[in-house]
């Protein structure tokens, strides 16, 4: 089993950037591919970006291809997500997930483990 903790949530203005980590604990982090997930009010979760186990395929939604960058340090046990451009529908709580299988998904049912989430807000 793996825990994840999502952090680096917060209020920007529309045009700024964060950065969110979700740093995992438990069994190897290094063996699971990666996802970002968000959900806004009154919406499902739909998939924002996902990761192989070695970094090397990369994957995301069309909303937010060119403006996020998703990416992992194994060493480290931690997932990033870098959001630059950041609109006002961008606001949603972000989650990161784990998958047990290498392959990378868009799914969020072929997701293993899921953190409590980190809320971002994008003011207009």
């Known amino acids: 089993q793996v825990q994840l903790v999502e952090s680096g949530g917060g209020l920007v203005q529309a045009g700024g950037s964060l950065r969110l980590s979700c740093t995992a604990s438990g069994r190897t982090f290094s063996r699971y591919g990666m996802g970002w997930f968000r959900q806004a009010p009154g919406k499902e979760r739909e998939f924002v970006a996902a990761?192989?186990?070695?970094?090397?395929?990369?994957y995301y939604a069309d909303s937010v291809k060119g403006r996020f960058t998703i990416s992992r340090d194994n060493a480290k046990n931690t997932l990033y997500l870098q959001m630059n451009s950041l609109k006002p529908d961008d606001t949603a709580v972000y989650y990161c997930?784990?998958?047990?299988?290498?392959?990378?998904?868009?799914?969020?049912?072929?997701?293993?483990?899921w953190g409590q989430g980190t809320q971002v807000t994008i003011s207009s």
């Open positions: 997930a784990a998958d047990s299988r290498d392959e990378v998904s868009r799914y969020a049912a072929e997701y293993d483990y």
């Open positions: 990761i192989s186990t070695s970094g090397g395929a990369r």
